[in-house]
């Protein structure tokens, strides 16, 4: 069955944005840009909370002809996905391959996953935090910036225990590490 993975930039700290809402502190560099690429390419569908999806949504319409490499790579792989967005705000998506659904449903997930062909990824840690409580994400796949930002999103949410273990690990040049955690059943 594919799995439910749970991917995250974050500070050493824990958090994917700061206290002001930046993230720009995460921004990956090329090899990094490259390594996340690679993670991405077996998602078939992203599950998004919306404000994930507002800023991921920028792969859809920017201009990245004279960017570098990893980042035209990118924007293929997101394009190639798609995305269900949960969202009680929005009217409307007008983003190719994307639906909207109102409210996290423990229950659609569960059908997703067992109706998947590839593997389905869950992006932004509110609605990752719903389905961490829910006991859906089977892996944890965690891009940890060399940076200390002291408060803001927490990638992980409070009151969540769950058993892990280790099944890779990577050091980067700029002092990124990667970890990727099985969610113990």
């Not at 439910?4 to 002001?20: F, R, V």
């Not at 892996?139 to 099944?167: A, F, K, M, T």
Request: aromatic share 8%.
């Amino acid at each position: 069955m594919p799995k439910l993975i749970y991917t995250a930039l974050m500070s050493l700290d824990g958090y994917n944005a700061d206290a002001d809402g930046s993230f720009r502190w995460a921004a990956p560099d090329e090899e990094v840009h490259e390594f996340v690429n690679e993670l991405s390419r077996p998602v078939g569908t992203l599950l998004l909370g919306r404000r994930m999806h507002e800023v991921l949504g920028v792969w859809d319409t920017m201009d990245c002809s004279e960017e570098p490499e990893s980042m035209r790579d990118f924007q293929a792989i997101w394009r190639a996905t798609d995305k269900v967005v949960f969202s009680r705000t929005r009217s409307e998506l007008l983003a190719p391959r994307t639906r909207l659904e109102r409210e996290f449903d423990p229950a659609l997930v569960r059908e997703l996953k067992a109706t998947a062909v590839r593997d389905l990824g869950i992006g932004g840690p509110v609605l990752a935090a719903h389905a961490l409580h829910a006991g859906l994400v089977d892996e944890l796949q965690l891009v940890i910036s060399p940076v200390v930002v002291g408060g803001g999103n927490r990638v992980l949410p409070d009151g969540l225990h769950l058993e892990l273990e280790l099944q890779a690990e990577r050091q980067f040049g700029n002092g990124t590490v990667y970890v990727q955690y099985g969610v113990r059943g």
